[in-house]
């Protein structure tokens, strides 16, 4: 017994955005189970392959037909408590942080089409001092100390607007129904859950939906957001080095960066000789190996070459342009 829709749209909302979609999950209507169950700071998918989710994919109200797949839809989250909200008449709202994941899997061919893993984000229930109620809710937006991260790992159905890749956006799950009983078909029996510590002290179970906007971003902008966190990136790779014990850095005194000569920031294509010059020696060792002669006129020695002629546009800004040297 699902009464749970599920709608995720894409947006293409802004420069650097593109490929918009509507996914719509819708489940089963055959019933026979709950969409969610839980206890304690635990709470879970409660569906099985006996009464998939049915996965709608929409060209964003285009004109292309409706694509329809018969999923497996899986979910597992915890709970942290965070505080509770007087609401007056004896009513208060429970809030917590909530961590985990969720995916849709296609039943026939064991796809994994989409997955989500969260942290940190807000799961709120309604209720008395003693209990929940029977309504709760998760909201997963990332930012303020909460992230989203979200995969379609599906096939490539660029007329519809997906592509295999990250997607950027929000959610939220809605819990209906919250009881204890359990029971199929349900009249009402045990609603709610008591709490112990602020948490669930027996199994529930719930109806549920889910709603969510995602984007997926233009194949410039994700290159421009490499761009632009790589640097960042292997300082604090840089860093982690250090803290574990390892040292790289060069003799010399420190530049214009204010740091120590390094060897990330040596010459790019001295930088991949030298390892494979390193690493020819290692097998030189183990391994006997006939020494090719270079260097003639069949055979001209190789030379450094920058291959990225774009201003900024190494891996490393314009650090590895001033880095290298021919």
């Known amino acids: 017994m699902k009464i749970g829709h599920f709608a995720l749209v894409a947006l293409a909302a802004a420069a650097g955005t593109a490929n918009a979609a509507v996914l719509s999950f819708s489940s089963s209507t055959a019933g026979g189970s709950w969409t969610w169950g839980g206890n304690g700071s635990n709470v879970h998918d409660n569906t099985g392959t006996s009464a998939p989710i049915i996965l709608d994919i929409d060209d964003n109200n285009g004109p292309l037909s409706t694509l329809s797949v018969s999923t497996q839809f899986d979910a597992n989250y915890t709970l942290a408590f965070a505080g509770t909200t007087n609401l007056g008449n004896g009513a208060f709202a429970y ?141 604090l790779y840089l860093r982690a080095q250090r803290e574990l014990g390892y040292r790289y850095e060069l003799d010399g005194e420190s530049d214009e960066r204010s740091e120590k000569p390094h060897y990330a920031w040596v010459c790019p294509p001295c930088r991949r000789s030298m390892f494979a010059i390193a690493q020819g020696a290692m097998w030189a060792v183990e391994l006997p190996m006939q020494v090719v002669p270079c260097g003639d006129a069949d055979r001209p020695l190789p030379g450094a070459r920058y291959v990225n002629d774009g201003e900024n546009s190494g891996p490393l800004g314009d650090e ?7």
């Open 320 to 326: 590895d342009r001033r880095n290298y040297h021919p």
């Open 95 to 235: 809030n917590y942080l909530a961590s985990g994941s969720f995916s849709f899997q296609d039943v026939v061919s064991g796809t994994t089409l989409l997955t989500v893993n969260f942290s940190n984000c807000l799961f709120t229930a309604r209720g008395s001092a003693t209990a929940w109620f029977t309504t709760a809710s998760l909201q997963g937006q990332p930012g303020a100390g909460a992230s989203v991260n979200m995969v379609w790992s599906g096939a490539s159905l660029p007329a519809y607007g997906l592509v295999p890749g990250p997607l950027t956006g929000d959610f939220g799950f809605e819990h209906v129904a919250i009881n204890t009983s359990g029971a199929i078909p349900y009249a009402g029996q045990n609603p709610g859950v008591g709490l112990t510590n602020n948490l669930p002290n027996a199994n529930w179970f719930s109806e549920g939906s889910f709603s969510a906007t995602t984007a997926i971003p233009a194949p410039g902008s994700i290159a421009l957001l490499g761009a632009v966190g790589y640097g960042l990136s292997l300082r």
